[in-house]
């Protein structure tokens, strides 16, 4: 009866020991040097290794801030609060994090936007993208199958009821899984602070983005002449802003014949109010 | 003697290959075969340690195990044996070259994991075999493991460069490949 446990504790706990020891002493034969300053750095990163930084995992930027070589402001998901540990612990100034949430530049719901055919295939948007550009006429707009949905592991974006898809600006940490996934390369980070935006990537003439969507840039100029800091140009008949000089003024918005201009703020305390 | 310790390992290497036949160990198959580079590291990490794991897990089977009786412990015991291993490996590995170290990444401690070593060590045991069978087919095992993944991380090198079609970029096609390499090592079946 004790043998029954005896027996397999001592040859389990003999090898448990046995082996301990040789790897004790092999962590001392073969011990590395790591740079204590990289271990606090990598403690004080929230480890969600999403890549965001532009580094391969939390550790590679640890070490990289540790030897000075990446600036200590690269960690979105973390912001403003690890960026000034980080600066606590490499004794420099935090600076300020700029966060950049992505949007989707496109507005081209089920009701605006001309659908070319019936989709009826796997629920992804590359691969209804693969069949000539998606059911859609225009061939640069959202094409709703929530393929970025899927892949944003913060729950930040969705597709609405009306088959777009919106982020979450509460929720999305700007790191771009979306913007690598979609076909349609619709989606782009843009600052937080812009609230300004033309939301659609259609570089087709105006004539036919009349045909096709209500919301879709025409490419009719008025925005680039109504834009106080001329930050508005016109890109292969889409208009677009430079988002460094914008100033959030709103001018271009009313002149907008498609409303293809939005204003967050806006959209926002309008949706409040109702 | 010497012909049975042939046979063994001509049939672990290509007749029961672990990846390709037997089926065993496919996760570091697939993660670390995008280099040929990373892949012999990776194999040669393997060798080391499935050779290794096939002669210990012998001597403490029949040593320690079969006289008290305690045969059930066996799953446990291996992994103890091959947990330590790993680890020891790896402390070797971040020493000597940090570089391999870096590029194997996680698949380094998942080798702890990795089903054909443990695969090893229990079909040895339910094998009639000696000491130095067991090792030469845990060698042999191995070698075949190593085969099949450089070979693998060949055609992968290659199919990177390859113009395949969008929809079958990355993970399909490296599994069409695998699919392929193994209907090839079919072709080895009936040779022992
Ligand atoms: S933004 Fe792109 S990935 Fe997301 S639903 Fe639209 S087309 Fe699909
Ligand atoms: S996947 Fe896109 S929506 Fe989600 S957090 Fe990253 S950037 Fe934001």
């Given at each position: 009866?004790?043998?029954?446990?005896?027996?397999?504790?001592?040859?389990?706990?003999?090898?448990?020991?046995?082996?301990?020891?040789?790897?004790?002493?092999?962590?001392?034969?073969?011990?590395?040097?790591?740079?204590?300053?990289?271990?606090?750095?990598?403690?004080?990163?929230?480890?969600?290794?999403d890549?965001?930084?532009?580094?391969?995992?939390?550790?590679?930027?640890?070490?990289?801030?540790?030897?000075?070589?990446?600036?200590?402001?690269?960690?979105?998901?973390?912001?403003?609060?690890?960026?000034?540990?980080?600066?606590?612990?490499?004794?420099?100034?935090?600076?300020?994090?700029?966060?950049?949430?992505a949007?989707?530049?496109?507005?081209?719901?089920?009701?605006?936007?001309?659908?070319?055919?019936?989709?009826?295939?796997?629920?992804?948007?590359?691969?209804?993208?693969?069949?000539?550009?998606?059911?859609?006429?225009?061939?640069?707009?959202?094409?709703?199958?929530g393929t970025c949905e899927r892949v944003c592991p913060f729950d930040a974006i969705h597709?609405?009821?009306?088959?777009?898809a919106?982020s979450d600006?509460?929720k999305c940490t700007?790191c771009g899984m979306c913007?690598?996934v979609?076909?349609?390369?619709?989606?782009?980070?843009?600052?937080?602070?812009?609230?300004?935006?033309?939301?659609?990537?259609?570089?087709?003439?105006?004539?036919?983005?009349?045909?096709?969507?209500?919301?879709?840039?025409?490419?009719?100029?008025?925005?680039?002449?109504?834009?106080?800091?001329?930050?508005?140009?016109?890109?292969?008949?889409?208009?677009?802003?430079?988002?460094?000089?914008?100033?959030?003024?709103?001018?271009?918005?009313?002149?907008?014949?498609?409303?293809?201009?939005?204003?967050?703020?806006?959209?926002?305390?309008?949706?409040?109010?109702? | 003697?010497?012909?049975?310790?042939?046979?063994?390992?001509?049939?672990?290497?290509?007749?029961?290959?672990?990846?390709?036949?037997?089926?065993?160990?496919?996760?570091?198959?697939?993660?670390?075969?995008?280099?040929?580079?990373?892949?012999?590291?990776?194999?040669?990490?393997?060798?080391?340690?499935?050779?290794?794991?096939?002669?210990?897990?012998?001597?403490?089977?029949?040593?320690?195990?079969?006289?008290?009786?305690?045969?059930?412990?066996?799953?446990?015991?291996?992994?103890?044996?091959?947990?330590?291993?790993?680890?020891?490996?790896?402390?070797?590995?971040?020493?000597?070259?940090?570089?391999?170290?870096?590029?194997?990444?996680?698949?380094?401690?998942?080798?702890?994991?990795?089903?054909?070593?443990?695969?090893?060590?229990?079909?040895?045991?339910?094998?009639?075999?000696?000491?130095?069978?067991?090792?030469?087919?845990?060698?042999?095992?191995?070698?075949?493991?190593?085969?099949?993944?450089?070979?693998?991380?060949?055609?992968?090198?290659?199919?990177?460069?390859?113009?395949?079609?969008?929809?079958?970029?990355?993970?399909?096609?490296?599994?069409?490949?695998?699919?392929?390499?193994?209907?090839?090592?079919?072709?080895?079946?009936?040779?022992?």
């Open positions: 009866m004790i043998q029954e446990i005896l027996y397999p504790l001592l040859v389990l706990g003999g090898m448990g020991l046995l082996f301990g020891a040789v790897l004790a002493y092999a962590s001392q034969k073969f011990y590395v040097e790591v740079n204590p300053l990289q271990q606090k750095v990598r403690d004080a990163l929230p480890g969600a290794n890549g965001g930084c532009g580094f391969a995992s939390c550790d590679a930027y640890a070490q990289a801030v540790a030897e000075g070589r990446a600036d200590i402001n690269k960690c979105v998901v973390g912001g403003q609060a690890v960026a000034e540990a980080l600066a606590a612990i490499m004794g420099t100034d935090a600076g300020t994090v700029k966060k950049r949430i949007r989707v530049m496109c507005k081209g719901t089920d009701n605006n936007a001309v659908k070319k055919y019936k989709y009826h295939g796997v629920k992804d948007c590359r691969a209804a993208n693969a069949l000539s550009g998606g059911d859609k006429e225009c061939e640069f707009g959202c094409l709703g199958l597709v609405t009821a009306e088959g777009i919106e600006e509460e700007g913007v690598d979609c076909p349609k390369n619709v989606i782009q980070l843009i600052d937080i602070s812009k609230r300004v935006i033309i939301f659609c990537n259609n570089h087709d003439k105006g004539k036919r983005v009349r045909q096709i969507c209500k919301v879709g840039c025409i490419a009719c100029s008025i925005c680039v002449r109504q834009c106080p800091e001329k930050v508005i140009t016109m890109d292969n008949d889409l208009a677009v802003i430079n988002y460094d000089g914008c100033t959030n003024c709103g001018a271009c918005i009313p002149r907008c014949p498609t409303k293809t201009i939005l204003n967050l703020d806006e959209i926002i305390s309008e949706v409040v109010a109702s | 003697m010497l012909t049975n310790l042939l046979l063994i390992l001509v049939s672990s290497i290509f007749v029961n290959n672990f990846l390709l036949s037997r089926f065993l160990g496919e996760c570091p198959f697939l993660g670390v075969s995008k280099q040929v580079e990373t892949a012999t590291g990776m194999s040669v990490a393997v060798v080391f340690v499935m050779t290794m794991t096939a002669a210990i897990t012998y001597l403490i089977n029949y040593y320690i195990l079969v006289p008290f009786g305690l045969e059930y412990l066996q799953i446990i015991a291996f992994i103890v044996v091959i947990a330590s291993l790993v680890q020891f490996v790896e402390m070797v590995i971040k020493k000597t070259s940090p570089t391999l170290y870096q590029a194997l990444g996680i698949y380094l401690p998942l080798i702890t994991t990795n089903c054909a070593v443990l695969g090893v060590a229990l079909l040895n045991v339910q094998n009639p075999y000696n000491f130095i069978e067991a090792v030469v087919n845990g060698f042999g095992s191995s070698v075949g493991f190593a085969f099949a993944l450089i070979s693998y991380a060949g055609i992968r090198e290659r199919l990177a460069l390859a113009p395949i079609p969008k929809a079958l970029e990355g993970f399909p096609s490296a599994l069409i490949g695998a699919g392929l390499l193994s209907l090839g090592f079919l072709g080895f079946r009936g040779l022992v």
